[in-house]
């Protein structure tokens, strides 16, 4: 299973910022509520995280830095 970002419903307020700018189609707008569509095809772009003006969606994923 693909890692898909998580939409705190509580904090979202509907604006659709990150629909529009889901190009792999993951994120739909469902009544006032973003709601997250499994699909294989997100590459954790975090373009959604970046655009949602209320810090509602986070990308579950770990940076790793490795020193030399």
């Known amino acids: 299973m693909v890692e898909m970002p998580v939409v ?4 979202c307020n509907g604006c659709g910022l990150c629909v529009s ?3 792999c189609n993951a994120l739909v707008l469902v009544g006032v509520v973003v709601t997250v569509v499994e699909t294989e095809e997100c590459g ?3 373009k ?6 209320t810090g509602a969606i986070a ?3 770990e940076i790793v830095i ?3």
């Open 66 to 68: 490795e020193l030399s």
């Open 59 to 61: 990308c579950p994923f």
């Open 8 to 11: 705190d419903k509580e904090k």
């Open 44 to 46: 954790w772009c975090t």
């Open 21 to 23: 700018v889901c190009y």
């Open 48 to 53: 959604c995280e970046a655009v949602c003006p």
